[in-house]
């Protein structure tokens, strides 16, 4: 799941930056990918990982100086200025540095550099420090034994550069320590921030900090009213720290100098996995709706194609196969049966032909092969009047369906492969042309050895001066004279065929002509038209991939059926 929520987050990344208008909906959308990458990604290393306290808020809230107060330590920076922290700042408390070697992978690609090294203009790192505290144990009177994060704000104008830091540390931490003013504590940054980590469910403390006398009781009230709001969890502890005059600095009220330890008690690493369930299960649908939306689209454009595909294959059997003037193969079928006859009536004249032109009889058929060329048949002239028929019903549509724009794209890609499907189609053509002539060739066999059972047909034929024209026909059309269509109209043509379908062949002639038009549209089919859909369905596949998420239908389901089977097997446990 990980690596998915990677790859999603990795393409919402990319939507939002080629399209940032239309893609502004998916912000959101992306920290909560950002945020679920992290927290699978400390689920790797919660063995490792030490115990993890996270102050956050928005800016000028006083995070900083809480750290300060917390660990009673001067060592996280303070300022006046809005946005002065921009990197998450870890201070071990009690905790060895050595014992933190996995958050340099837990961080990662963020890079580990000390405070000084830290530039105003970078932001994919952070830094992680062991200082001196004051007051001998080292603030352990407030703070147990972890590594305790000051952030930066997640609200200020400038905070987009830095929020992947901040979201990685909010993942990080078992232990969250909200921050708010009295001028804040309503902001909806605020409360779209809790909203975004309670699938998380981490023990969470509210500080309100500067406030003045009297005013606890107001705010109080307030917070548990917009926490319900928001949130579903039971209403966390509030501790409030009130302005000092003097001192300028905030102190925890006597009564609240445990809550942390209290809190880390309630760290429970062991749900780790069902909070990371839940996590997806709250965001998936969110999440993938954009996916399936382009595979309602890749889905409708298949369907298009493949009712397209299908009518010009109705066409085809229409304008061709069962047309009364356009078909012709049966008649090819019947000239090959004609270089099978011997015609003894006629032998000076068909023998010296046959010695010139027709020996060997695969010559003759090589020379017919030649002869009828795909371009000039018939037949091809139908498909290739029906493939660009196609092709330009299939630019209509896509010109209709302007939006969204993945639609645009795909009309552009057609387009822009009109030619090489068309080129494609010849090829294609020719092939299927040839490997044709071996049906052909098989059928006009079968009607000669049909012929061989009735010997007084086959002998009458031999017999018959229109058997010989017939031939003289067939020849001049395989060696360059008219073309398939005049042989089948012509008169010795016609008598021939007349005379085959009155003998007692008639039946086995009409059961070839049907035989052979269900061969042709099978081969049309599978060697034409299935090679053109195929073509045409992969054309979202070489779509910008900077436009569009660009992830498999086939890839979605099988992360949801592994989700599903695991959190089957985690409900059982």
Sequence with gaps: MLEFISLLRQRYHVVLNSTPIEARQYELIFEQLTLAEAFFRKGQYLKTLPLSCAIIGPT???????????????NAGV?????????????????????????????APFVQLSRENLSKNRFDCYTLSSPPFEGGRGGCDFVPACVFWDTPDFDSIDSTDYREGVLKTIALADVIILVVSKEKYA???????????????????????????????????????KWRDYRRDNFPEVVPFLYQQTTKSPEIPESKRHVLFELAKKVQREKQQRREQKLVQTHWVEWTKPLRAEHEIYQAWQTLVDDKIEQALKDYARDYLNHPRHYETFQQAIAELLLLLEIPSVAKVMM?????????????????????HPQRSQEMIVLTQLINH??????????????????????EQLRQNRTDVLQEFQLAAEDYHQNFQQDVERAAQGLYSKLEEQPLVLNTLRATRVTADAAVIALTVYTGGPGLHDLAIAPAMLMLTNLLTESAIGNYMTKVEADLKTQQFAAVKKQIFAPLARRLNALPQHLKTDTHFSISPEKLAAIETQFNEKLHGLRLL
């Design 60 to 74: 000028q809230a006083g995070k900083s100086s809480l750290t300060n107060v917390f660990l009673q330590s001067e």
């Design 79 to 107: 300022s006046p200025l809005a946005g002065y922290t921009v990197h998450p700042h870890g201070f071990c408390h009690q905790i060895a540095l050595s014992d933190c070697h996995d958050l340099a992978r837990y961080f």
């Design 187 to 225: 902001d909806q940054t605020v409360w779209d921030t809790l909203k975004l980590i309670e699938p998380l469910r981490q023990p969470t403390l509210i500080c309100v900090n500067k406030l003045s006398e009297g005013s606890e009781a107001i705010i109080l009230e307030s917070l548990k009213e």
């Design 352 to 372: 010296t032909a046959r010695k010139v032109l027709l020996y060997p009889l695969k010559l003759v058929r090589r020379l017919g092969k030649s002869r009828n």
């Design 390 to 411: 196609t092709l330009t019903e299939l630019a209509h549509e896509l010109l209709a369906k302007n939006t969204p724009s993945l639609w645009r794209e795909l009309s």
